[in-house]
């Protein structure tokens, strides 16, 4: 089995580190090499004591840090919401209307358009530096296409999350128990086999999508087929979201913009993580979630894209980073961990997020000498993935 050496890093980020300090919970390592054999990490140290492999590439004094997990995103879609956009600039606020549109242009597609628009959309986050992305449905709301596109992200994942209880399609708007009926029904037999997740948009401040009873029904009967449960929480007012989450053991509630006292401590007594998605608020006009008061609470906090045709369009983990430092009070090394091991860890992926001898080589490699660049160097594209032997920039050497 052939064997790579990493060295000429002026640091390792193996996000193992344990404390109170953020810095230290990163588990820096200076002057560090690794040795990945066959898509493992096989030996990490100090370069001085590094292993003779066959391969090595020297990344120039390079930073390298976990691949980026990407806990939210709704990547399986056709059609163009850009407008949207443009109107929301303009002072038009968001109240989750204009998932009808995508879900007709959606139902639309064809197998094959929806299967290459999913494929590119993954390339794009791969190629900034994300590895594992967990990808839901939604955009389909009738069994054949909620299928379809289960069936397609898992072509490309091993985390899709069933979220058929996205909002209520516009023929049963009049007929809300008939659809959460389908939901819990014949879509969700239809859907689970590719799924590991089954998520709902519990917002009563929406009328489109689900109010806490109901979200309550979908999640119990997605828990009855097998599969885990997350939550859309709390993102456009107050409501029964997050408590729901932590009630039911959810793995995670995301959004939580807007929380009380009872919702954080609510938090903070279980076990379910809260996935903050700044790059909506970014793309919304919306407040941003108070990070540090859900960590100074002693919640666990985790970042992902959201990436989605609505209200935010982006496939960009470091811009999540930097949105997160800069608006919602968080510290570069608690994004950084927050973009890796904890949004790993809602997941319960064991297997991604941090550094370590025998896990699978999720690696990303920054062009930078330290971590701290990917917040202090917002919109740069810093940050590649390593892939085998090869080196993501091109003034690093390779040699065997």
Known sequence: ??????????????????????????????????????GVVDWIGPVAEAPVADERVDH????????????????????????EFTARMAGIPYDGGG??????????????????????????????GSDLVEIKTGYGLDVATETRAARLAAEVTDEVTFLGAHVVPPEYRDHRADYVELVTGPMLDAVAPYARWIDV?????????????????VL?????????LRVHGNQLGPGPGV??????????????????????DALAGGDTIATLL?????????????????????????????????????SSMPLMIALAVREMGMHPAEALCAATATAADSLHRTDAGRIRVGDPARLTVLDAPSWEHLAYRPGVP???????????????QRSA
Not at 64 to 82: E, K, T
Not at 101 to 127: I, P
Not at 220 to 228: D, I, K, N, P, V
Not at 382 to 396: E, I, N, Y
């Open 243 to 264: 408590r729901l989450a932590v009630e039911l053991g959810a793995a995670s509630v995301d959004h939580c913009t807007f929380l009380d006292d009872a919702d954080v």
């Open 99 to 128: 998932i009808a549109t995508t879900m007709t242009a959606t139902r639309a597609a064809t197998e094959d358009e929806l299967r290459a628009l999913l494929a590119a959309r993954v390339a794009e986050l791969r190629g900034q």
């Open 1 to 38: 089995m052939s064997a790579v050496l990493h060295t000429g890093l002026a640091e390792l980020v193996t996000c193992t580190g344990e404390g109170p300090d953020p810095v230290e919970r990163l588990g820096v390592l200076p002057d560090a090499a690794l040795v990945v054999r066959e």
């Open 278 to 314: 700044p790059g909506v608020e970014f793309s919304t006009r919306s407040p941003y979630p108070d990070a540090r008061r859900l960590l100074d609470a002693g919640v666990r906090v985790a970042l992902a894209t959201d990436c989605n045709p609505g209200t935010c369009y982006s």
């Open 60 to 83: 120039g004094g390079r930073s390298m840090i976990p691949a980026f997990v990407d806990s939210h995103s709704h990547l399986v879609f056709a059609g163009d919401r850009s407008a």
């Open 201 to 217: 948009f519990c917002e009563p401040n929406s009328p489109y999508s689900f109010t806490g009873e109901e979200s309550r029904e």
């Open 382 to 396: 810093l940050s590649r993935p390593v892939t085998g032997a090869d080196s993501p920039w091109p003034s690093s």
């Open 220 to 228: 119990e009967a997605g828990r009855r087929a097998g599969l885990g």
